[in-house]
């Protein structure tokens, strides 16, 4: 099994589209908005935390979110967004007509690594799996599969304001190993107040081989400003 982590994981899994509503967030009290146009910019804090839960301060940072792109036709599908993150990374999302919503996979250069459109459903209970990469090494059958988990719906206040946040279970999974994870279990705050993914919430765990233990994440929106 390769472990392989989507664009969301490593720069927060911003999954934005075609806002409907949201605010400048510095405090302010929120102001009806239209779709962010080029230009527009998500602060996210992350850090990771400790065995204890507590943050690790050495590793506090910030990393900005730019809206490069509206309206595109990319792969496939239209009215795409493109968003390009302070570290150089590009991604391209996409907000389907049922509410859904769908992130572009780009390979990662390696033989059986997958491109596609990941979409993750918005109905309650549901299940949304992509196959990230599927190969075949010495005869054997090797996949590498994400999963997305509909888990509840509740209010999450940051950045100034309440967001209506949709929580969901994002595993990674191994050909063969339907119970072993490669990675601890992980929260992702979906918004559709705003249509984009809004946090990321990882505890820390023990390793499977008993010796110590995996440091935790978070991440989670702190500003915004739309043009």
Not at 31 to 55: A, E, K, N
Not at 60 to 87: C, N
Not at 105 to 128: C, E, H, L, R, Y
Request: aromatic content about 14%; glycine content about 10%.
């Amino acid at each position: 099994m390769r472990s392989f982590r989507l664009f969301h994981i490593g720069v927060f899994f911003l999954l934005i589209a075609n806002l409907n509503s949201c605010s400048n967030s510095s405090g302010s009290a929120p102001t009806t908005l239209s779709i962010p146009g080029v230009g527009s910019t998500f602060v996210f804090h992350h850090y990771d935390v400790d065995s204890s839960g507590r943050m690790i301060d050495s590793t506090q940072a910030f990393d900005t979110i730019t809206v490069t792109g509206r309206e595109l036709s990319y792969m496939g599908k239209t009215h795409v967004t493109q968003l390009t993150s302070a570290r150089g990374h590009t991604l391209y999302t996409n907000l389907e007509t049922n509410g859904d919503f769908s992130e572009y996979v780009q390979s990662q250069g390696q033989p059986g690594d997958k491109s596609g459109w990941f979409t993750i459903s918005m109905a309650p209970n549901s299940k949304s799996v992509f196959v990230i990469y599927d190969s075949v090494k010495f005869a054997v059958r090797d996949t590498t599969i994400i999963r997305y988990t509909y888990l509840r719906s509740r209010t999450q206040s940051m950045a100034g304001q309440n967001f209506h946040v949709i929580d969901f279970d994002e595993s990674e999974f191994g050909a063969g190993t339907p119970d072993g994870m490669s990675y601890g279990p992980t929260t992702e705050w979906y918004s559709p107040d705003v249509a984009l993914f809004v946090g990321t919430d990882r505890p820390p765990f023990h390793l499977t081989n008993g010796f110590g233990w995996n440091p935790g994440y978070h991440s989670e929106i702190s500003s915004f400003h739309l043009q």
